[in-house]
């Protein structure tokens, strides 16, 4: 009873895992705080439905299965630039090497790069449409399950939408969906960013994209 009224938790130094299902469906809990953890199991946070904002320190290289299952509210990953295993794009907490999208937060569009959508990754999601790149080749079942979203708009063919690796249950829950085909992706905005060294020595110009949310 106590866990499922739980709204904060922050971890000591000594802890380096978060256990499978450790806080499952803690419904009230929106603020965590971690340093060294290194491994998340599975489901430890599924069902954190007013979880809004997730950090993902440099040490957390390891996560379980659905780990965020049914974290509908989560407006932004942000994930430390020094981790080697994960980063965030448009919000979304997508894996380095695999390219694969882990969980979706409150933006509607996957990133070009992204090459499979994990299971259930948008489920509960509060966003209308969502836009999936040409370069998904893989789809995990019930990633659209529960969520308002209504509408997909996809960047390649119907040919191309069919040959995606997907079974019948990726879209169960949600089998009235509407899916457009040849549809561009929404263009990357640019902030720019000036920055200046200690007595103006140097400076630097570059450009951040937007709905990035690492530096």
């Not at 659905?66 to 295993?85: E, L, P, Q």
């Not at 969502?130 to 308002?148: E, F, M, Q, R």
């Not at 009235?176 to 103006?200: C, E, H, M, N």
Request: charged residues 20%; hydrophobic residues 35%; contains cysteine.
């Amino acid at each position: 009873k106590a866990m499922k009224k739980l709204k904060k938790v922050t971890f000591g130094a000594n802890v380096k895992v978060i256990g499978n299902a450790a806080f499952s469906n803690c419904k009230k809990l929106n603020k965590i705080n971690f340093k060294n953890v290194t491994t998340i199991g599975n489901n430890a946070f599924s069902g954190c439905g007013k979880l809004e904002n997730f950090y993902l320190p440099s040490k957390a290289i390891t996560l379980g299965d659905s780990v965020f299952n049914n974290c509908g509210s989560i407006k932004a990953f942000t994930v430390a630039a020094d981790n080697t295993a994960y980063k965030s794009e448009n919000g979304h907490l997508i894996e380095k090497n695999s390219g694969v999208l882990v969980r979706g937060a409150n933006n509607d569009t996957v990133p070009t790069g992204v090459t499979e959508i994990a299971l259930a990754a948008f489920r509960r999601s509060t966003i209308t449409s969502l836009h999936i790149p040409v370069s998904v080749t893989k789809i995990g079942n019930y990633v659209i399950d529960d969520s308002s979203i209504t509408e997909i708009k996809y960047e390649g063919t119907e040919t191309d939408w069919n040959t995606i690796d997907k079974t019948q249950y990726w879209n169960l829950g949600k089998t009235d969906v509407t899916i457009l085909f040849s549809q561009a992706l929404p263009s990357d905005s640019k902030v720019l960013i000036v920055y200046f060294s200690r007595a103006g020595e140097n400076y630097g110009v570059g450009n951040i994209a937007k709905g990035n949310t690492e530096i």
